[in-house]
């Protein structure tokens, strides 16, 4: 797992539509989570989009490292 995960991102509530941020780790943890006005939010991933990301950014940290170099990408 890459630190990818850390990443934030932006979920509507179902209900209330109000805005939360959470981590793609939650998502992919399929946490339940609250919004402001106290909803309660199942996460869930759609589809296998992190685990390609996260894959992904694995592979290129992975690359760069074999040329001698380091990566922040954060
Ligand atoms: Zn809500």
Avoid: W, Y
């Avoid at 932006?10 to 209330?16: G, I, L, R, S, Y």
């Avoid at 940290?61 to 922040?72: D, K």
């Amino acid at each position: 797992m890459s630190f990818i995960l850390d990443s934030k991102v932006n979920v509507d509530c179902p209900e209330c539509r109000s805005r939360l941020t959470v981590t793609l780790r939650d998502i992919q943890q399929r946490r339940l989570v609250r919004c402001s006005r106290g909803h309660s939010i199942q996460l869930k991933e759609q589809g296998d989009g992190i685990r390609k990301v996260d894959r992904a950014t694995e592979d290129l940290e992975r690359s760069i490292r074999r040329l001698g170099g380091t990566i922040r990408l954060k």
